[in-house]
């Protein structure tokens, strides 16, 4: 009997259970199941050492289980993944390649070229939803546009039907037969030489493949689900540490969520109060990585800018001495060089963690945001672009539900609320160890005595503040004035008719208009399957179906600084501007354009010095320490804290 052949093209989704392309594949004749590895498309998001690391041990993991299923995985290293996807085509004399969808801005235009390469040679291509509860084109609000609130979209999530699915993998996989120009894991490249020591002792604390998912995910639902609640908010403790897996698709998200709405309802009936808070809110965690595809397919170009316009005019201190004492946990600040010295060594931080430190390269060092999004891509163990992007775009006050710009927090505090004992910090800064608790979020106010007995010397082997938290304070509202002066006179110039030109103090990539989509309407493809991948576009037309329509603030300018974190009510008018312009694109001309928009991230330097850094003694006009905490309260008003939110 001829069997029907199909190519299933693994990325991100490295699981046998709950997986709809190989499950459709497998159900229809023989599979090829292929993972095509090409840095060159991945440019400037190539992942970083630990993420390659765990990506291949997770391919071997999977190549295991699909052997003992009866199909081998073919790994492939190629300059272009549409030749290598013909070249299995031919081999193997197959008709349909089937895969599963990805959100990011780069997988959206490669995904959709190929695709339209495929189709366009007569190819049967089908795609499927392996990543999320629901896809972001189902998601609008009731007159047919993308939500721009977190709290708006989950509500709408949590009302939606979820349809039932079936977790079982296939149970057995009819090869089809040819031979292509495959490798093994190792030849991928995936870890060079001199990254195998540093990588060792990672396998100590991960254990990477889908079959480990699945036992952390137990683990987690039996047992620390219930604490969810504390944990989240405790840095040093573990939350479910599931993103690596869950960004490798290594574990299903749907799976994830019928888990954990098992234990809602259990605990619901037991009126474990606890429990049901803890459930509550880690399904909104879920909902958070949910929300992070759907901004992204509704707005492709937030990993080059700023989903608020207004930020266009923020002026950036692209300074590089800052940056690299950042990175290196050098500040002085000893919260904040905790965590980047955590990570740095393991690849992994808790979420509280991230928000501030990221927060105190926004905020405090006004280095611009897409420059420390860069370095956790290129660092984190879960380097995820979609989870990045929105976690720096909520710290940075780029969102209208985010951290509202000018506020700051001071790392002194926060270390005082989520490290009161100071064992995270002495753990990790062991410069610091000897420090009393008392002390140790603020080293620079503690007398010589206690600096001596310590054996702390600051400046020498502990920095001093790379800046007074008050000054930053300062500067931070310097920076916001001068944005929206410069923004008003951008207004002003516009509506004078006048061409003056405004000075944009953001990087090169914000100069550059995102190109704008021209996506040709083809029509419904025989060859799509009925939850096919949606492509972003800005068509404006009047018969835009709705699930294209964009968000009222994608519309306008700027909303009102005072409605900026709160108004998600604005009718929406149709939109002309350019920031709806999306980076999926067809044709290979505009794909160029898109890599011209990257932004530049300064390199880093290996060594620890670099020039003296703005080093500023204790000011005598800081505030005392509890008008801050008050006034820290205070800016976080109604539950919008980021903490809350991311
Ligand atoms: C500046 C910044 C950058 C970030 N970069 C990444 C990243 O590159 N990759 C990544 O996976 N997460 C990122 N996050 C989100 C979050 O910090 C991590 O998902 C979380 O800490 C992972 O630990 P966990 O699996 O124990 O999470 P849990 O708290 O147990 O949450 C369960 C899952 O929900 C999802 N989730 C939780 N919080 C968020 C969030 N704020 N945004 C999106 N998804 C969330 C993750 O998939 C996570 O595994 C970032 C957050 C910030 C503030």
Known sequence: MDRSKTIVWFRRDLRIEDNPALAAAARDGCVFPVFIWCPKEEGQFYPGRVSRWWLKQSLAHLGQSLKSLGAELVLIKTHSTVAALLDCIETIGATRVVFNHLYDPVSLVRDHNIKEKLVELGISVQSYNGDLLYEPWE???????????????WDKCLHMQMEPVSHLPPWRLVPAAGTVMKCSVEELGLEDEAEKSSNSLLGRG??????NADKALTEFAEQHLIDYVESRLKVGTSTSLLSPYLHFGELSVRKVFQCVQLKQLLWAKEENLMGKESVTLFLRSIGLREYSRYLCFNFPFTHERSLLSNLKYFPWNDNQVHFKAWRQGRTGYPLVDAGMRELWATGWIHNKIRVI?????????????RWGMKYFWDTLLDADLESDILGWQYISGSLPDAHELERLDNPEIQGSKFDPEGEYVRHWLPELARMPAEWIHHPWDASIAVLKAAGVELGINYPKPIIDIDLARERLMEAIFKMWEMEAAARASNTNGTNEVV???????ENLAIPKVVLKDKGTCPTNSSNDQRVPTNQNSKNIPAYRKRSKYMEEERPQPDK?????????????????CSTAESSSAKKQATSRCSFSVPQYCSSSEGKPLQECESSDLRQPLQAQIEMEQSSSKDGKQLHSIV
């Not at 998601?139 to 979209?153: K, V």
């Not at 900026?564 to 709806?580: C, F, Y």
């Open 139 to 153: 998601i609008y609000d009731e007159r047919g546009y993308a939500f721009t609130t977190f709290e708006a979209y």
């Open 206 to 211: 991960w254990s990477p493949g889908w079959s």
């Open 357 to 369: 430190v990221s927060s105190f390269a926004v905020k405090v060092l006004l280095l611009p945001w």
């Open 503 to 509: 000075v944009d103090n953001t990087d090169d990539t």
């Open 564 to 580: 900026l974190h709160n108004d998600d009510k604005v009718a929406g008018t149709s939109r002309k501007d350019e920031d709806l």
